[in-house]
């Protein structure tokens, strides 16, 4: 469950329907979990973004025992004014017709689980499969690499400069570092023992951050991974997601450059 501002509304609907509650105390149960609604994007790479996640749970159900216990709140908590759409959205913004769509009969719990391919925050997969596609497919190493351009995706991946070992997960420049110095991808978790490794360190320092142009239109988005290495070849790869690369070679005077689209 994300940190985000319906997390405690989804927790007591679950509670909620596992305890029985009735239309009114259901109605009840999510005029108090609404006075519990938050979390901020800022503290991904942190505990506290656990920290967040826990407390949207515990507080989802603390609303259904407060409202089966007979606790009081505005029962009209969503769509009234002052309510809870009104505090996220400006007047006209709300769409209720796409938010009441399929209600009832879509369930994403039914559906199955999706499996991260990566232990890191998603946008950073396909740049990590850029790294090791392009090392698998030429032969240079962390010493060749001049510069490594890419969005970083700092939304989410807001950890550019991490601190602590828990911020790894979300700190793009890390997560590339790793994967070009290892070559290879992991199952389980980030190997956090290279966090302090100053090799990685050095490798994290020439990594820049170039904005992605987003192209409305386009009904995917491209992510572009460049490398500038110190030799005199230019490598472009392109491929979207299920698509096999197409690969152009030319010779440079002063740098490999290296381009994957995914």
């Known amino acids: 469950m994300r940190a985000v501002p319906q997390a ?3 927790a007591a609907a679950a509670a909620g329907k596992v305890m029985s509650l009735g239309p009114k105390q259901m109605a009840t149960a999510f005029g108090i979990a609404a006075s519990s609604t938050g979390g901020l994007r800022r503290n991904f790479g942190s505990m506290a973004k656990a920290l967040q996640t826990g407390n949207a749970a515990r507080n989802g159900v603390a609303a259904v025992l407060l409202a089966k216990r007979g606790f009081t709140a505005d029962q009209n908590i969503l769509e009234a004014p002052l309510g809870l759409a009104n ?89 590339l570092a790793v994967a070009l110095l290892e070559g290879k991808s992991w199952s389980s978790s980030l190997p956090m023992k290279r966090f302090s490794d100053p090799l990685v360190r050095n490798v994290m320092n020439k990594i820049r951050h170039v904005p992605l142009k987003r192209n409305q239109d386009s009904p995917s988005r491209p992510i572009l991974l460049r490398l500038n290495l110190k030799m ?15 690969q152009k070679v030319k010779s440079m005077r002063s740098t490999w450059i290296a381009r994957l689209w995914l």
């Open 8 to 10: 405690p509304m989804a």
């Open 87 to 175: 505090a996220l959205c400006l007047d006209g913004e709300c769409d209720w017709n796409a938010l009441t769509k399929d209600l009832g009969k879509y369930f994403y719990m039914e559906q199955l689980p999706t499996v991260k391919r990566y232990p890191t925050c998603s946008p950073a997969h396909r740049p990590i499969e850029g790294i090791l596609e392009l090392r698998r497919r030429h032969p240079f190493t962390h010493e060749d690499v001049e510069s490594i351009e890419c969005d970083l995706h700092v939304r989410s991946l807001c950890r550019t400069d991490p601190q602590e070992a828990i911020a790894g997960a979300n700190s793009m420049p890390f997560i």
């Open 232 to 246: 005199a070849l230019c490598i472009q790869s392109k491929c979207r997601s299920g698509t096999r690369s197409k």
